[in-house]
């Protein structure tokens, strides 16, 4: 499980656009802690953790600015921007070459990359403990992560290896 990006480098500057063509570039975010969420349409793993990610946007305020990034190669503009509207997410940016895929290193959705204001890696991995064999979450890992950030405090665990569904790539 060895990232591309080592937690505490910078991250690569990159630019990917909604389904509505407006761009958003991490650049812009400086000041902000990041979230990137590879994300996909279809995946149950991400259906589940959805629901709660945007129910804690309102507790982050303004402080934190979260993306959910589509990459799987076969989710059309359609089917990525209907589950939006269905799971009220407000921002999901279409990166269907899976370019920031590749990236950052993301193999699976969900998969979570924490930037902190000055455009360091803070962590990156799953959502929380919940895996194929632990159903119960007892740890969620980037609620902690985000808390930390926010109150200036050590990331107590800022690296866990992320699971669920596989991030689908065609090569030409």
């Known amino acids: ?3 591309l990006i080592p937690i505490g480098e910078m991250t690569s500057d990159f630019e990917l656009r909604d389904g509505s063509g407006n761009g958003y570039s991490k650049a ?10 590879f994300w996909s349409a279809e995946c149950d793993w991400c259906r589940r953790v959805d629901y709660e990610l945007v129910s804690r946007l309102n507790q982050w305020d303004h402080q ?22 269905e799971r009220r997410i407000p921002c ?3 990166d269907a070459d899976h370019r920031v895929a590749d990236l950052y290193g993301a193999e699976t959705t ?8 000055e455009g360091r890696l803070r962590y990156q991995g799953a959502w ?29 665990i800022p690296q866990t290896p992320a699971y669920g569904c596989t991030i689908v790539r065609y090569s030409a």
């Open 28 to 37: 812009g975010m400086q000041g902000h802690i990041v979230v990137l969420n």
């Open 92 to 94: 999901v940016l279409v």
């Open 110 to 117: 969900p998969h979570f990359f924490i930037i902190d204001g």
């Open 1 to 3: 499980m060895d990232p």
């Open 128 to 156: 929380d403990d919940i895996t194929f064999r632990q159903r119960n979450a007892t740890r969620n890992h980037v609620s902690e992560a985000i808390d930390a950030l926010l109150t200036n405090r050590q990331i107590e």
């Open 64 to 85: 934190v600015v979260v993306w959910w990034i589509a990459s799987n190669a076969h989710e059309g503009l359609d089917l990525i921007t209907q589950t939006a509207v």
